[in-house]
């Protein structure tokens, strides 16, 4: 698919019908009946579907998100549109014409399908491998790995020249670090971290481990983590827009940053209709 320009979506939003025939247009699998399994259907009126078979009617988008909220599909465009660009949720409502908590629930939907998506990519992390942790809000500060109450401890892992993989880790302890590092990274690759202790422990998994004094210098050769640096600046930027995030959502954001990083040279508008549509698996 090409890039969507904001012409381009206006025209497909012209109408409830045109943005309809879009989105299901970009359905990889055609929908089978929920009772009887039968994959023939005839288009009704409402754009609802009717099996050919047992003749019950049925949503074209069951089990997607588009079939448990109720919200236009001309207004699920523009939403995902503006997700995209990263309005705000606040500001995606009012251009709309949806509520806040709509709008909100829906970048929420979006979010999670983000996540879902990054579930299922179970392909190991090779090579040349920085790994780093960040602390996320609260405003006590201390030692790494001790003080750090009311802030989130986020572990990132990136390959060079490759992705970035975060998650939350409950402290920066060696063995929290290591079951993420062996969860992610295959065996045998070159692992680059800072001093602090808590990856002593890598050489002893399989892995080769290399370390930069912070105190010193940032960079020996090509022992630097400048990389996994790079994304923390570049989640901490974009996050800042949203003015706090509760702990119980930080896992979306955190992660929704983390996807827009590995698909920063991508046409983001189809990845998100595809995730939403549960076609990219």
Not at 134 to 158: D, E, H, M, P
Not at 209 to 221: A, P, W
Request: hydrophobic share 35%; proline share 2%.
């Amino acid at each position: 698919m090409g890039t969507m320009n904001l012409p381009d979506l206006i025209h497909i939003c012209g109408t409830e019908e045109s943005a309809f025939q879009y989105l299901f247009s970009r359905k990889r699998e055609l929908p089978s009946c929920p009772s009887c399994n039968y994959m023939q259907f005839y288009f009704m009126r409402r754009n609802r579907l009717r099996c050919a078979r047992c003749r019950r009617d049925f949503h074209p988008f069951q089990g997607t998100p588009l079939a448990t909220m109720r919200i236009p599909y001309t207004s699920w465009l523009l939403l995902i549109k503006l997700f995209e660009l990263e309005v705000s949720a606040r500001k995606a409502g009012l251009q709309t014409g949806v509520s806040y908590p709509t709008a909100l629930r829906a970048f929420d939907t979006i979010r999670r399908a983000i996540v879902t998506h990054l579930s299922r990519e179970d392909e190991l992390l090779k090579g040349e491998i920085e790994a780093d942790e960040a602390y996320f809000g609260g405003k006590r500060k201390g030692r790494r790995g001790r003080g750090s109450r009311n802030k989130t401890i986020v572990f990132g892992i990136l390959e060079r020249e490759g992705k970035v993989s975060v998650s939350i880790v409950t402290d920066a302890s060696a063995e929290s670090l290591m079951q993420e590092t062996v969860k992610k990274v295959r065996r045998g690759s070159i692992v680059y971290t800072d001093k602090w202790r808590g990856y002593n422990s890598l050489m002893f998994c399989g892995y080769r481990h290399l370390n930069i004094d912070h105190r010193y210098k940032f960079k020996r050769g090509k022992v630097y983590i400048n990389g996994v640096e790079g994304f923390w600046s570049f989640a901490k930027e974009k996050l800042i827009k949203h003015h706090g995030i509760s702990k119980e959502k930080f896992l979306l954001y955190i992660k929704e940053m983390e996807w827009r990083y590995n698909n920063r040279d991508q046409e983001l508008f189809d990845l998100l209709v595809a995730m939403i549509l549960g076609a990219d698996h």
